[in-house]
């Protein structure tokens, strides 16, 4: 059984540029959050899909936007990115009733 | 959510036991104790929860304190793949869903051969 898969593994981006993230949760989870996690941080809650819509957001700006699809993959989009984007990106998922999220291994993205 | 406050590092000698404490003094009654673990280049991986039982699992014990303001975590036989950083996380929510986690900056757990 397949576990959170992140896609791509590593990205390097240059200021202003426009970078995508794919997350495709563990098969029967319909809920997908999505963390950044900077060096020697915590990861930090962006926002979280369900039924295609954004049911809670974190404390992040409007440049960070996503989508989640009717399959629940879903996409983290981050627009004018600075050089304090530069993390590793969680996705996380999840269904009801089910205690626990499980995380994929992420996406590292460097913006230069 | 309850906030936590949890040792920035510890050290334990494999083959023990590690018992990793977190203070949760301003946790509301309706407020579940979570913990992951994050193996270094890996996502989180979710441990054990309980809200005020004393839970085991495969890979752990959580002990709760009666006023529940503080918990630990309890590996029984430490083994080097166990070194990661671990969070205690305290949240409303019982289920997947609803609400996203807050991660402090766990302890830094350190298995010694």
């Known amino acids: 059984d397949a576990g959170v898969t992140q896609s791509p593994t590593h990205l390097i981006k240059t200021r202003g540029q426009q970078v995508t993230l794919r997350c495709s949760p563990k098969s029967g989870h319909d809920t997908v959050s999505w963390y950044q996690q900077a060096l020697g941080q915590g990861p930090q809650f962006i926002f979280q899909y369900y039924e295609e819509e954004e049911r809670q957001r974190g404390n992040f700006p409007d440049r960070f936007s996503g989508h989640q699809f009717p399959n629940y993959s879903s996409e983290l989009n981050v627009n004018a990115l600075l050089l304090g984007d530069s993390a590793l990106y969680l996705c996380?998922?999840?269904?009801?009733?089910?205690?626990?999220?499980?995380f994929g291994s992420g996406t590292r993205l460097t913006v230069v | 959510d309850a906030k936590t406050t949890q040792p920035p590092s510890m050290d334990c000698a494999e083959g023990r036991a590690a018992n990793l404490p977190c203070n949760h003094s301003t946790i509301s009654g309706n407020e579940y104790v979570y913990w992951y673990r994050q193996i270094h280049s890996q996502g989180p991986q979710y441990i054990i929860h309980g809200l005020k039982n004393n839970e085991t699992n495969e890979m752990a014990s959580l002990i709760i304190t009666e006023d529940r303001k503080s918990s630990t975590l309890i590996l029984p036989h430490a083994t080097l793949r166990d070194t990661a950083v671990y969070y205690c996380i305290v949240r409303r929510d019982s289920g997947g869903g609803a609400d996203g986690l807050t991660f402090g900056k766990g302890t830094h757990l350190i298995i010694q051969p």
């Open positions: 996380a998922s999840s269904k009801p009733r089910v205690y626990g999220y499980t």
